[in-house]
């Protein structure tokens, strides 16, 4: 056999190693050199098998892709629930006609709808000069102001304002200044103090609730006129009238009972009813300066009905209340029944508002029965305290609404509290179609 010549061979190893991807040699008999190293070195896969980089990159392909239909997966089955809880009418697998109104959003053609059905009962009610707000925990959920009245105009509240008078009575039991059973001779010295005297065993829940046993009397009409006199000089001119009736027994809409318990709050508390509507109501909500007990005077104010303020302070105090934080433990005791079973009437209450309404303590229980029923003392109830000049504010607990109705003073006052009382089941839905939105936020 012939042997290779020994300068073939650099040849034939180079044509080798060319073909396995090696550097080629320069010249016969020279070194190779070598090609550029790359960044990162590969490593070698066993015979049969593509590089492990590729293989890698492709689990990660495989990976991304299996966790991309894992969600989409999951985010079809959390739409079909949702559906389903809405009461989807959409076949399953099939997209809905029109989109879902998703948990929180306002149902905006449901909202139109019954903006339009509340505008029409309000253009059917025929009051010139209107207010109506609507509000809930996000902000307004409607809004109509008409003719000479806006949000901003002062007007008088009337029988309105002992609402908030009842509710500043309940400030002073939170801080521990009142309790709902002291009674009048506790805090009053001049007050009668034998038990034998009714006068000694009135309490302040009995006075906020119209209960305390005075009623109406003769001879006394004239005093709460005054704006010469003070709260005092007033009600020492009462001790000179006999009470009509046992305290707690009967129930007797008026005046004088609210101005028992305002004597209470200046004695226990050292400050005058002006000094204490400022610090514990005015002040505390923001309301504005026009928010004043000033019927006939600041010194002898009328708590059950002399106040003036404008319709947005109300919605301030109506806020508060809904939010829990202004009163504390004192929001359910002064929401609750205090004229039911076993206290007598003293007037036909079809002439203050409606036969089914009962009083708690400042504000009216209502409701929708003919007559007054167990069921109607639910705490989530609906409350308000109509005033004579037009003056109506609301809190439905359960719809999760609060508001005004307010016209002026002049064309039938108690317009307002019936186009009120038929607005109710109408803003209650209408808020539940708002979600979680608001037609206007809180400044």
């Not at 304002?161 to 509710?167: C, I, N, Q, V």
């Not at 005075?214 to 006129?225: D, H, K, Q, Y």
């Not at 206290?343 to 209450?349: E, G, K, S, W």
């Not at 002026?408 to 839905?429: F, M």
Request: charged share 25%; net charge negative.
């Amino acid at each position: 056999m012939e042997r290779t010549p020994s300068r073939v061979w650099p040849v034939v190893v180079g044509c080798i190693a060319l073909a396995l991807g090696c550097a080629t040699p320069t010249g016969g008999g020279g070194a190779a050199h070598s090609a550029p190293e790359p960044t990162e070195r590969a490593t070698a896969a066993p015979a049969g098998e593509p590089p492990r980089d590729e293989t890698a990159r492709d689990e990660t392909a495989r990976d991304e892709t299996a966790r991309d239909e894992t969600a989409r997966d999951e985010t079809t089955r959390e739409e079909t629930a949702r559906d389903a809880a809405a009461g989807s009418d959409a076949p399953q697998g099939e997209p809905a006609a029109e989109a879902r109104v998703l948990p929180g959003a306002a149902d905006r053609a449901r909202v139109a709808a019954l903006q339009a059905q509340v505008d029409a009962l309000i253009d059917d009610a025929g009051i010139p000069d209107l207010v109506v707000l609507v509000g809930s925990a996000c902000g307004l959920v409607y809004a109509r102001e008409q003719g000479a009245l806006r949000r901003d105009s002062a007007v008088r509240l009337a029988s309105a304002a002992k609402w908030w008078s009842a509710a500043i009575l309940a400030r002073l039991v939170d801080q521990g200044v009142l309790r709902w059973e002291s009674r009048v001779a506790e805090h009053v010295p001049w007050w009668p103090q034998e038990d034998a005297d009714p006068r000694s065993q009135m309490t302040l829940e009995q006075a906020l609730s119209m209960r305390a046993g005075f009623g109406e009397p003769l001879g006394t009409a004239l005093c709460p006129r005054q704006d010469r006199r003070s709260l005092e000089d007033c009600m020492r001119h009462l001790l000179s009238q006999t009470p009509r009736y046992a305290p707690g027994s009967t129930f007797s809409y008026g005046r004088w009972d609210m101005q028992l318990a305002g004597l209470m709050a200046e004695h226990a508390s050292g400050r005058p009813w002006e000094r204490l509507v400022a610090e514990e109501l005015v002040l505390p909500l923001g309301m504005s300066a026009d928010a004043v007990y000033d019927t006939p005077s600041t010194r002898n104010p009328r708590l059950a009905g002399g106040a003036r303020a404008r319709p947005w302070d109300m919605m301030l105090f109506l806020r508060a209340l809904a939010g829990g934080t202004w009163l504390g433990a004192g929001t359910e005791r002064l929401h609750a029944l205090q004229v039911g079973e076993g206290v007598t009437l003293a007037q036909d209450l079809g002439e203050l508002t409606f036969r089914g309404w009962r009083y708690a303590l400042g504000n009216w229980v209502e409701c929708d029965a003919e007559r007054w029923s167990a069921g109607c003392a639910s705490p989530q109830g609906r409350h308000s305290s109509y005033g004579a000049f037009g003056f109506y504010p609301f809190w439905d607990r359960g719809a999760d609404t609060f508001g005004v109705v307010v016209q002026d003073t002049g064309r039938g006052p108690q317009r307002s509290l019936r186009l009120g009382v038929a607005l109710a089941p109408l803003v209650a839905e209408l808020r539940q179609a708002w979600g979680a939105e608001c037609a206007e936020p809180w400044p």
